[in-house]
């Protein structure tokens, strides 16, 4: 399983930006699959996680009502449309699948069992 990140950049805040992942190996109709971001120092979090078996969604907190994961289904291909950001957005972002459960929450919760590489994501003040 290959999952390839990109999209990331330099945005100023209020800004938005479209992170998109292409999965290569297998389908996305039957894991769940999804963005989870890191600052150095900090722990791996989930923010917007997808079923693709039922288009069920779940958000963090920190990201409701800004961020929005969608998929492609015959580009194979997730995106993270990200909008009003700020500073606090910055860091690194991956994209990880579950290969044997679809539950959204479950994935943004208890982490994927393959990963992307990351992509850097930086918000000016």
């Known amino acids: 399983v290959q999952l390839q990140a990109s999209g990331g950049g330099l945005v100023q805040a209020g800004g938005s930006l479209r992170l998109s992942c292409v999965a290569h190996?297998?389908?996305?109709?039957?894991?769940?699959i999804g963005w989870f971001r890191q600052v150095p120092g900090k722990e791996r979090e989930g923010v917007s996680c997808?079923?693709?078996?039922?288009?069920?969604?779940y958000d963090s907190d920190s990201v409701k009502g800004r961020f929005t994961v969608f998929r492609d289904a015959a580009a194979n291909t997730v995106y993270l449309q990200m909008d009003n950001l700020t500073p606090d957005d910055t860091a690194v972002y991956y994209c990880?699948?579950?290969?044997?459960?679809?539950?959204?929450?479950?994935?943004?919760?208890?982490?994927?069992?393959?990963w992307g590489r990351g992509t850097l994501v930086t918000v000016s003040s």
């Open positions: 190996g297998f389908t996305l109709n039957f894991p769940a």
């Open positions: 997808l079923s693709s078996l039922n288009d069920i969604t």
């Open positions: 990880g699948a579950h290969l044997t459960h679809s539950g959204s929450y479950a994935l943004c919760h208890n982490g994927p069992t393959d």
